[in-house]
């Protein structure tokens, strides 16, 4: 598993910019002048789940935002943070091992104040991708135990059922539960292009959103329902779009202040923004924030370096990310405008993937 972009090197869930590293849209906190006080780091609600490489193997760290550091899985698996539960109370893990150049991959889903792991369902080829529903009693993945690659329904036990949403030989990916839990969006390849389609949470009254003869993907749902963010490369770049969960309203999230190709949308937890990267020249990358209803991309970093993974606090007013600022990939802290920018690990080892936890 390798990292979003071919210049990362690592994980692959997550082309060249077409402007320099100028300010195209308005120039926030970008400069992210002086760190946090840890008055107000430790009055930060919640903690940061990541990503560590730190003990030779990848493995979930938990860090608050005054630093302390808490590690949370041990292998001998490669773990890898999925999506924190409703409740804050666990954490889904995708958990990686090789055998005889095969690699294998299992759901898990790990309680957040320790204990053993619960396994989802055997070590398969395809496990991933996983979101939970609102009430956190079911979740959806994609999985390969009888096709290629469905989108399936299952619960969060071990050995519990697993139903599937859809039964498409080309493959369906990336599911995305809506806010109420009724609908699910999804990517489906059965006419030789990933399009985004929504079907019921039980995978009936299936329609599709888009119909380009190019890649749309990776569609997730606005806390509001009333939008769907997608990545599509229909204008020859990497751009994300929004659209209406009816196909109406498409529009291009950052208008006319495109700065290079874009990726890892996040909706504020109050749905009214969105933060996402951008990439730079020579393997830099940019954080970005702009209203959901429309405006002028804010730049929250400076784009002199490559700055990505963004994740909001619950209360949203703060932002994780990853940053090489300082030579190592680490996990930083921010306010929402891109101010008091905070290193919050220091491993010399990579730290990334970041998913903010509610404390409950």
């Not at 860090?63 to 590690?71: A, C, F, L």
Request: with cysteine.
């Amino acid at each position: 598993m390798r990292r979003s972009w071919p210049w990362r090197a690592r994980w692959c869930w997550t082309a060249l910019a077409v402007l320099g590293v100028g300010c195209s849209g308005r120039c926030g906190g970008a400069s992210g002048a002086g760190p946090l006080s840890k008055e107000e780091a430790r009055a930060i609600p919640g903690a940061v789940v990541f990503l560590s490489e730190r003990a030779g193997q990848k493995d979930v760290w938990q860090v608050s935002p005054d630093g302390t550091e808490t590690q949370i899985t041990r292998g001998p698996e490669d773990d890898y943070p999925g999506p924190v539960s409703p409740d804050g109370k666990s954490l889904l893990v995708v958990a990686v091992r090789e055998v005889d150049g095969l690699q294998f991959q299992q759901l898990r889903v790990q309680p957040l104040a320790g204990g053993d792991a619960v396994p989802l369902h055997a070590p398969r080829a395809r496990a991933r991708n996983a979101a939970w529903s609102p009430d956190g009693s079911w979740l959806t993945a994609e999985s390969d135990a009888q096709g290629f690659s469905d989108v399936v329904r299952l619960e969060p036990r071990a050995e519990g059922p697993e139903v599937r949403l859809t039964q498409v030989k080309e493959g369906c990916f990336e599911p995305s539960i809506s806010p109420d839990g009724q609908e699910v969006a999804f990517v489906c390849s059965r006419e030789g292009d990933p399009e985004i389609y929504v079907a019921k949470a039980d995978g009936t009254n299936e329609r599709r959103l888009t119909a380009f003869h190019r890649e749309d993907r990776a569609p997730m749902w606005s806390p509001d329902g009333k939008w769907i963010v997608f990545v599509s490369d229909r204008e020859n770049r990497e751009r994300l779009y929004l659209i209406r969960p009816d196909g109406s309203d498409l529009r291009a999230v950052s208008g006319e202040s495109f700065s290079g190709d874009e990726r890892e949308p996040v909706f504020s937890p109050d749905g009214k923004h969105l933060v996402y990267v951008s990439r730079e020249p020579e393997a830099r990358a940019r954080l970005w924030r702009v209203p959901v209803e429309g405006g002028v991309p804010m730049a929250l970093t400076d784009g002199q370096r490559r700055d990505d993974m963004p994740a909001w606090s619950p209360d949203g007013k703060y932002l994780a990310f990853v940053s090489e600022r300082e030579g190592n990939t680490d996990v930083y802290l921010m306010r929402a405008d891109g101010s008091g920018q905070t290193r919050l690990t220091t491993a010399k080892e990579p730290d990334w993937l970041p998913r903010w936890v509610a404390r409950r």
